[in-house]
């Protein structure tokens, strides 16, 4: 700021410089254009009154000989003498000798003037051929303020015979002058004014403009611009010194790395304003939260940084982070309505969790993606563990990537099987993966995974292709289900992406079955309910699947006519248990509402020849589980179906039980 001030003062000086210079030269032009007029008013007037003074003296030869002047000529004297501006005059010979005198006006010797006393100015005027001027200052009464001493030269004939020295009133010409020309001066260093001020002002107003962008360009070099905290960059410079303070003076900081659960649900549910207005909202509770020397920054979207200066221990650091969860969780007011969030919040604590700022700032990073996976409303301090596990995470994000770029998914297929004849009707495609290593990664831990790095959407595409490519090479009377996730309602183009599939692959629509679980309808069952809605239309079966686990579940069978639904497997899990009455109850009822309804039902999960029997003297329609066959490789397929024209499936004795999950995507 005081720089900002010094270089508006200098402007102001340079400024106030000009315009003094400019006023200094309009007046000293004035001053000398009035000297100028006056001088050859002076002139004309002179010259006016000697010409009329040939014309009426008769005797001016003779008066400039030293002869007294006729009675005629002193007459005319004594006229001329009372108007105009002439107020004396003195008659000089040719050698500049004084003649006559008009008056005697002096009361000072030295200034009178002698008869036949030569007069050396009357003498130049006599050499030079024009008027010698003389503008002086008088002293009333004998002088007026301010006249002009002409001499003018007379000739007759071609012949300079006289000088007259006129004396020449100019008070009222130079006031009359001075007058007009401080109107002029002051109308045009008005319009130069204006001419001159107009750019300046306008000059001035851009580089106070231009200053004032490039201080808000630097500001925001180093700032947020949405909620004006320090960036990553200013941050990072914000870290480093107060570590080097830090090996000075001892001590702890702590850094607490923020992040909002869910943030983009939030904002995509309530629209960008809303969501910018909420991160503003957050920005402030922080502010008020930590101590006066304690530094909160934004690193972009929905992370921030609180760095924690002096914290006593790691348990003070720990209160710090949890009173900042507390503040964060109560609801805010945003456009009108409530809006509750959680966070995630990961510490780091130097100098035992790093030295350097890149290493703090990663540590808290590490004790945050702890603090995510436990959440919400998790706060986890950083320990040496955390690196390993995220490794870990970073290698199976880069098997992840590496795999939908490589084409290196595979696909396997679960059959299902039609009661009561235990006939082949279909598979479901399940999603596998495999390590560098070849090794085979639980769909259990990488499909959260996906998810998380927002590739779900991307690999539910390519889960539909594949397995609709699979499905056109088999008999006809076979279906192949394959499970959505919300990532692909999201963008809007479903339909489309199920249409191309099918034409890419030539199956027929009727043999596509797209299974959708409760918790996409909860997302935006209008939208869903649509596209669904479409897809059902172009002969698309659609499969409710997990049905039984909802609370809601009932209610989506009313809005939209399922063709499918499928018993969650937890239910044939329940069937072991001690109290397994209540889960077949269960059971039976849905199978009977389906059956009521007009609609497949499918139990998941059928492992043993109890679960079997139960679900076949239940009446469902469809089974699905280990007993009839486990998610099979696309080389094994061919087999399974060879199998079922050559009468029915052949249970398969299972070996024990795996983790099954699908493709929630």
């Not at 004998?142 to 003018?152: C, G, K, M």
């Not at 702890?252 to 939030?266: E, N, P, S």
């Not at 009661?419 to 596998?432: D, H, W």
């Not at 996906?450 to 397995?467: H, K, P």
Request: charged letters at 25%.
């Amino acid at each position: 700021m005081p720089g900002k001030l010094r270089a508006a003062s200098k402007d102001l000086l340079v400024l106030v410089g000009v315009l003094c210079l400019f006023v200094a030269g309009v007046w000293a032009v004035s001053r000398a254009t009035v000297e100028h007029l006056l001088h050859h008013d002076a002139v004309a007037t002179a010259r006016t009154w000697a010409s009329y003074l040939v014309k009426n003296v008769e005797d001016l030869d003779q008066i400039a000989a030293g002869q007294k002047p006729s009675a005629d000529s002193q007459r005319f004297f004594d006229r001329v003498q009372q108007v105009g501006q002439v107020f004396r005059y003195i008659i000089y010979d040719s050698q500049g000798h004084i003649r006559l005198v008009s008056d005697d006006l002096d009361d000072d010797p030295d200034e009178d003037e002698d008869l036949a006393a030569h007069n050396p100015a009357a003498a130049r005027s006599i050499a030079a051929g024009e008027p010698l001027i003389n503008v002086e200052e008088g002293a009333p009464p004998t002088r007026p303020p301010f006249f002009a001493e002409a001499y003018v030269p007379v000739a007759v004939n071609g012949k300079t015979v006289a000088i007259v020295e006129v004396y020449v009133d100019q008070t009222e010409k130079r006031d009359d002058y001075g007058r007009t020309f401080a109107v002029s001066t002051a109308a045009l260093g008005l319009l130069i004014g204006l001419a001159f001020g107009v750019p300046a002002v306008a000059w001035r107003r851009r580089t106070n403009e231009k200053r004032i962008v490039d201080d808000r360009i630097r500001f925001l070099a180093r700032h947020d611009s949405l909620t004006s905290l320090p960036n990553r960059d200013n941050l990072t410079a914000k870290i480093g010194l107060a570590l080097a303070a830090l090996r000075e003076r001892g001590g702890l900081l702590a850094m607490h790395h923020v992040d909002v659960d869910r943030f983009k649900d939030i904002n995509d549910a309530l629209g960008h304003e809303a969501g910018n207005a909420l991160i503003v909202a957050i920005a402030e509770r922080l502010r008020g939260r930590v101590g006066p020397d304690d530094i909160v920054a934004r690193l972009g979207g929905d992370e921030f940084v609180v760095l924690q200066m002096s914290p006593a221990d790691e348990s003070d650091a720990l209160r710090l982070g949890q009173a900042i969860g507390g503040d964060l969780a109560r609801p805010y007011a945003i456009g009108g309505q409530a809006v509750s969030i959680t966070t995630s919040i990961g510490i780091a604590i130097a100098p035992g969790n790093g030295d350097d700022a890149t290493r703090l700032m990663k540590s808290a990073d590490l004790a945050l993606y702890r603090a995510k996976a436990e959440g919400p409303n998790a706060v986890r301090l950083f320990s040496p563990d955390m690196e390993a596990d995220l490794n870990e995470r970073l290698r199976l994000e880069r098997a992840i990537r590496d795999a939908l770029v490589g084409d290196r998914f595979e696909l396997h297929f679960q059959p299902v099987v039609r009661m009561p004849e235990r006939r082949l009707v279909g598979f479901e495609a399940l999603l596998r993966l495999k390590d560098e290593h070849g090794v085979p990664i639980p769909p259990a831990i990488f499909i959260p995974v996906a998810e998380q790095i927002g590739l779900i959407g991307a690999i539910g595409t390519w889960v539909l292709r594949e397995a609709c490519k699979t499905a056109a090479a088999w008999p006809a009377r076979l279906t192949v289900a394959v499970n959505l996730s919300p990532a692909q309602f999201a963008g809007g183009d479903l339909y489309e992406t199920v249409v191309a599939a099918l034409a890419d692959s030539g199956l027929a629509a009727r043999r596509l079955e797209l299974e959708i679980t409760e918790g996409l309808l909860l997302t935006d069952t209008q939208a869903v309910m649509g596209e669904l809605r479409k897809l059902k239309d172009f002969e698309v079966a659609i499969v409710m699947d997990d049905f039984g686990t909802g609370y809601s579940s009932l209610s989506y069978l009313w809005k939209f006519p399922f063709d499918k639904l499928k018993i969650d497997r937890a239910f044939m899990q329940a069937l072991d248990a001690a109290d397994h009455e209540n889960a077949e109850t269960i059971v039976r009822t849905i199978i009977d509402l389906g059956q009521s309804l007009g609609v497949t039902v499918t139990v998941e999960g059928v492992e043993n020849d109890r679960q079997l029997h139960f679900v076949e003297a239940a009446g469902c329609d469809q089974i699905q589980g280990y007993f009839f066959g486990r998610p099979m490789p696309v080389t094994e397929i061919a087999a399974c179906i060879l199998g079922d024209l050559n009468g029915a499936l052949s249970p398969k004795a299972p070996s024990g039980r795996s983790p099954q999950a699908k493709i929630v995507g």
